[in-house]
């Protein structure tokens, strides 16, 4: 059985942290070491929040899926915000730090 094979079949999606740890401004694939298997595999996947640190730094985690589960993830995505309220917890904009 192939490994995403294996993974799918216990579980219908994964959580990741959407990036590595801090980062500057400029995108790196080193950054995101989570995401670009999925990309080059051309399967779904969405970030959303999920938390901050203490310093205020917005935190996101990746849902991730196989093939063909975009319905999936977009089910949980709502279903995480009608539950968390995302819209509700705005950090401060850089302006206001």
Same mark, same amino acid.
């Given at each position: 059985?192939?490994?995403?094979?294996?993974?799918?079949?216990? #579980?219908?999606?994964?959580?990741?942290?959407?990036? #590595?740890?801090?980062?500057?401004?400029?995108?790196?694939?080193?950054?995101?070491?989570?995401?670009?298997?999925? =990309?080059?595999?051309?399967?779904?996947?969405? =970030? $959303?929040?999920?938390?901050?640190?203490?310093?205020?730094?917005? $935190?996101?985690?990746?849902?991730?899926?196989?093939?063909?589960?975009?319905?999936?993830?977009? #089910?949980?995505?709502?279903?995480? =915000?009608?539950?968390?309220?995302?819209?509700?917890?705005?950090?401060?904009?850089?302006?206001?730090?």
């Amino acid at each position: 059985m192939p490994p995403a094979a294996f993974v799918f079949s216990r #579980s219908q999606s994964l959580k990741y942290p959407a990036i #590595s740890g801090r980062t500057s401004r400029s995108a790196r694939v080193s950054a995101c070491p989570y995401a670009w298997p999925w =990309n080059v595999l051309g399967w779904p996947g969405v =970030n $959303v929040p999920a938390g901050s640190t203490d310093g205020g730094l917005r $935190v996101g985690a990746q849902l991730l899926g196989p093939a063909g589960s975009e319905r999936l993830l977009i #089910s949980l995505t709502s279903q995480l =915000n009608d539950g968390l309220r995302w819209i509700e917890k705005q950090p401060p904009t850089f302006a206001e730090s």
